[in-house]
């Protein structure tokens, strides 16, 4: 008989994404016609950028003339064209140099945060903020880095650092030594935004214990602040001891389309059983090598379309109106006596759940007074309890509304 990885089996209920499409499911079976606003899964509404669009269906004509067409991409999966725009709009405007070979195409950042744990050893000991991406330690789970969840939702193995109202949802380091670190900011689930001095905390810290930081930078187009870091190449040192992870999903509205990129400087390296150091580079190339062949060139035309004149314009346009969503569901729930974090630098708003109510208990009464679909905090790990995630992904008339159903859905228990 074929043997299963049984370290699936050690995963808690389903993933939290299919959970809540199931209760939504099972909900409107029941409620033929009930219109039902989705602010759950951080999924954009917004339609491609014109300047996006116009240059799939160019790249897509290219794709059917003989000079034009092209088959496998790059080894490192991006194209000459996208590899510039990046390292020159992403990282040269922050003061930041980046190496074309440093640059890793992908068809996304939830692939590659979940993927990258594979170039380590399965004894490496693992940190997460809590509460946190699901896929940070799910896919360690998988790999076998951890015991069985405990019955308060933990994992053995896993070291959890608390994200609180008290630290501002972005924790210092641990006070011991671990091998690798996720951390995501601006931050999903809390939307919290890490300052420059805390990163600076971060990076002295893990080249002194030899760490390796894995840093989800997904939504850094959200930031409005300059002084704000935008990339953790930013702060001296980073480049010994981080990688970087970035996508389209949110900045352009390519949820549909995929296509992200992962930065993984010469200088950071992990070790041998005998000590000796072994560039990471090397290792995710290989890995990328054997395991993915590129993101498509149309999509990769697309992606670049999204540095031009009129892409920076239209897509800078798409974030502004999805902050300006966030905006709304923070001060129309604000005023209505909610307690609410976020949605600043982020398209979330983390909001504590009123009536000491559990988190799963909350999402139910928003789907059924409300009918507004939200993500409960405790999908996101134990620290999560209490709290219940609202997307600003959606139209502002839908927004609008659902401040409006959720005041009703709470006054009038």
Same mark, same amino acid.
Request: charged letters at 25%; proline letters at 5%.
């Given at each position: 008989?074929?043997?299963?990885?049984?370290?699936?089996?050690?995963?808690?209920?389903?993933?939290?994404?299919?959970?809540?499409?199931?209760?939504?499911?099972?909900?409107?079976?029941?409620?033929?016609?009930?219109?039902?606003?989705?602010?759950?899964?951080?999924?954009?509404?917004?339609?491609?950028?014109?300047?996006?669009?116009?240059?799939?269906?160019?790249?897509?004509?290219?794709?059917?003339?003989?000079?034009?067409?092209?088959?496998?991409?790059?080894?490192?999966?991006?194209?000459?064209?996208?590899?510039?725009?990046?390292?020159?709009?992403?990282?040269?405007?922050?003061?930041?140099?980046?190496?074309?070979?440093?640059?890793?195409?992908?068809?996304?950042?939830?692939?590659?945060?979940?993927?990258?744990?594979?170039?380590?050893?399965?004894?490496?000991?693992?940190?997460?903020?809590?509460?946190?991406?699901?896929?940070?330690?799910?896919?360690?789970?998988?790999?076998?880095?951890?015991?069985?969840?405990?019955?308060?939702?933990?994992?053995?193995?896993?070291?959890?650092?608390?994200?609180?109202?008290?630290?501002?949802?972005?924790?210092?380091?641990?006070?011991?030594?671990?091998?690798?670190?996720?951390?995501?900011? $601006?931050?999903?689930?809390? =939307?919290?935004? +890490? !300052?420059? %001095?805390?990163?600076?905390?971060?990076?002295? /810290? #893990? *080249?002194?214990?030899?760490?390796?930081?894995?840093?989800?930078?997904?939504?850094?187009?959200?930031?409005?602040?300059?002084?704000?870091?935008?990339?953790?190449?930013?702060?001296?040192?980073?480049?010994?001891?981080?990688?970087?992870?970035?996508?389209?999903?949110?900045?352009?509205?390519?949820?549909?389309?995929?296509?992200?990129?992962?930065?993984? $400087?010469?200088?950071?390296? =992990?070790?041998? +059983? !005998?000590? %000796?150091?072994?560039?990471?580079?090397?290792? /995710? #190339? *290989?890995?990328?090598?054997?395991?993915?062949?590129?993101?498509?060139?149309?999509?990769?035309?697309?992606?670049?379309?999204?540095?031009?004149?009129?892409?920076?314009?239209?897509?800078?346009?798409?974030?502004?109106?999805?902050?300006?969503?966030?905006?709304?569901?923070?001060?129309?729930?604000?005023?209505?006596?909610?307690?609410?974090?976020?949605?600043?630098?982020?398209?979330?708003?983390?909001?504590?759940?009123? %009536?000491?109510?559990?988190?799963?208990?909350?999402?139910? *009464?928003?789907?059924?007074?409300?009918?507004?679909?939200?993500?409960?905090?405790?999908?996101?790990?134990?620290?999560?309890?209490?709290?219940?995630?609202?997307?600003?992904?959606?139209?502002?008339?839908?927004?609008?509304?659902?401040?409006?159903?959720?005041?009703?859905?709470?006054?009038?228990?």
């Amino acid at each position: 008989m074929a043997r299963i990885n049984e370290n699936y089996q050690k995963l808690q209920a389903g993933y939290l994404f299919p959970e809540i499409g199931r209760r939504v499911a099972a909900f409107a079976a029941a409620h033929a016609g009930a219109e039902i606003i989705r602010l759950g899964i951080g999924d954009v509404t917004l339609p491609l950028a014109p300047a996006v669009v116009e240059a799939l269906r160019a790249a897509a004509d290219e794709m059917g003339t003989e000079e034009g067409f092209r088959g496998y991409g790059p080894e490192r999966g991006g194209y000459g064209f996208l590899v510039e725009a990046v390292r020159e709009h992403d990282y040269r405007t922050r003061g930041v140099e980046v190496a074309d070979d440093e640059l890793f195409f992908s068809d996304g950042s939830k692939q590659d945060s979940g993927n990258f744990q594979e170039i380590f050893d399965a004894s490496c000991r693992i940190a997460v903020t809590d509460p946190v991406y699901p896929v940070y330690v799910d896919t360690n789970v998988m790999a076998g880095r951890t015991g069985e969840a405990r019955d308060d939702g933990y994992y053995d193995g896993i070291v959890y650092l608390p994200a609180t109202e008290e630290n501002g949802f972005t924790p210092d380091p641990p006070d011991r030594a671990v091998d690798l670190v996720y951390l995501c900011s $601006p931050n999903n689930p809390t =939307g919290a935004v +890490a !300052s420059r %001095e805390n990163l600076e905390r971060w990076v002295a /810290w #893990a *080249r002194e214990c030899g760490a390796v930081i894995v840093f989800d930078a997904a939504y850094d187009a959200f930031i409005s602040d300059p002084d704000l870091p935008r990339s953790i190449f930013e702060i001296d040192g980073a480049r010994e001891c981080a990688v970087e992870m970035r996508s389209f999903s949110k900045r352009a509205g390519f949820t549909g389309v995929r296509c992200a990129y992962t930065v993984v $400087p010469h200088e950071a390296c =992990g070790t041998t +059983a !005998s000590g %000796e150091r072994v560039p990471l580079n090397g290792l /995710w #190339a *290989r890995r990328q090598a054997t395991k993915f062949n590129s993101v498509p060139y149309p999509i990769q035309r697309a992606a670049a379309a999204v540095f031009s004149a009129d892409g920076r314009k239209q897509t800078h346009e798409q974030v502004a109106y999805y902050l300006e969503n966030a905006r709304v569901l923070r001060e129309g729930l604000g005023a209505a006596g909610f307690t609410l974090f976020g949605g600043v630098h982020a398209p979330y708003i983390w909001m504590r759940t009123p %009536e000491g109510m559990g988190s799963w208990d909350c999402f139910d *009464r928003l789907l059924e007074r409300a009918h507004v679909v939200a993500t409960p905090g405790a999908g996101f790990g134990p620290a999560g309890e209490g709290y219940i995630r609202i997307s600003a992904f959606n139209s502002r008339q839908k927004v609008e509304r659902a401040v409006e159903l959720i005041r009703e859905a709470f006054a009038a228990s």
